[in-house]
């Protein structure tokens, strides 16, 4: 479902994960090797975000990226 999202599905990323927490998981990626490793980010966290939650704020960083709209 990440991956749809990534490529453009319109998915209500709410119910899932906060804006607010996307940009917490993006802001430690500066502190990260790429490529990041879910284990790494959850671990940084304490397990304070699911698996899943971290992959969806990836998702939303690449899409970003990709498309350049403005910062993650």
Known sequence: MAQLYENGEAID????ISSTQIKEIV???KYL???YKLKDIY?????????????FA???HRK????GIGAS
């Not at 671990?43 to 992959?55: A, C, P």
């Not at 970003?64 to 498309?67: A, E």
């Open 27 to 29: 802001g430690t990626l």
């Open 64 to 67: 970003v990226q990709k498309d």
């Open 13 to 16: 990323l709410d119910p899932i």
């Open 43 to 55: 671990e940084r966290f304490d397990g304070l975000f699911s698996y899943t939650q971290i992959h």
């Open 58 to 60: 990836l998702a939303h």
């Open 33 to 35: 090797e790429q490529p």
